[in-house]
């Protein structure tokens, strides 16, 4: 069965680098989604992507932020600079069609910002 | 007033017991409802779809969704230990219907 895979699982960091984490979305998907939970908190939506470009953001999806999709099958979010409240599981999704909500997610990255 | 309002949970039950999962919402522009069910440190899988009201059935999975009280149910008959998970429900609208609101998530065990 196809699969949303996301490397790596886990991330450590200090506090200002620069992370980038990368999804492969289900081959035949045209949307694609990254989510993020903190630790006991619900999953909350960052960023949609289609057709190469950002369809729409979060408040959370601030300047330090940024999504990309390099070539046909990755798609990355890079946080530019760190910080202790980016420490979350961070979920990447996608979807075959932009309606009807029915997302694919992979397993997630664990960022840990020190 | 939270978007969308689940129970809290914990729910314990025994093997073989109808659990009822909720959720509530404040949206009017909520169209397309999903169960998913995420275990401990994985990512959220879907188990139920609807689109605006009414009731699915899958196997031993029941979604209902009343949009005149803006009211969603899940239904597990005939529980087993291995739907010990977090179950959340998700609503999106018609647009960008892959910018989903989550609820908070309710933990359910079920005993053997």
């Not at chain 1, 991330?11 to 630790?39: A, D």
């Not at chain 1, 729409?56 to 601030?62: A, G, L, V």
């Not at chain 1, 046909?72 to 979010?77: I, P, R």
């Not at chain 2, 007033?1 to 959720?23: F, M, R, T, Y």
Request: net charge negative.
């Amino acid at each position: 069965e196809p699969e949303v895979t996301q490397t790596p699982s886990h991330q450590v960091t200090q506090m200002g680098q620069e992370v980038i984490l990368r999804c492969v979305p289900i081959s035949n998907h045209l949307y694609f989604y990254w989510y993020r939970q903190i630790l006991g908190q619900k999953v909350e939506f960052l960023v949609s992507f289609y057709n190469n470009e950002i369809s729409e953001k979060s408040e959370i999806f601030d300047d330090q932020f940024s999504v990309e999709r390099p070539d046909g099958s990755n798609f990355t979010l890079k946080i530019r600079s760190t910080k202790l409240e980016d420490s979350a599981m961070y979920f990447c999704a996608s979807s075959e069609r932009g309606t009807g909500g029915k997302l694919f997610f992979g397993s997630g990255t664990q960022l840990s910002v020190l | 007033q939270k978007e969308v309002e689940q129970d809290p949970g914990p729910l314990s039950v025994p093997e073989g017991a109808i659990v009822s999962l909720n959720c509530t919402y404040s949206n009017s522009a909520f169209q397309y409802f999903m169960w998913y069910r995420q275990y401990s440190r994985k990512g959220p899988e879907l188990l139920m779809y609807t689109y605006s009201s009414g009731n699915k059935e899958d196997g031993r999975f029941t979604a209902q969704v009343d949009k005149s009280s803006k009211y969603i149910s899940l239904f597990i008959r005939d529980s087993q230990p291995s739907d010990s998970a977090t179950y959340l429900c998700a609503m999106s609208g018609d647009t960008n219907a892959g910018k989903s609101t989550f609820g908070d998530g309710t933990t359910l065990t079920v005993k053997p």
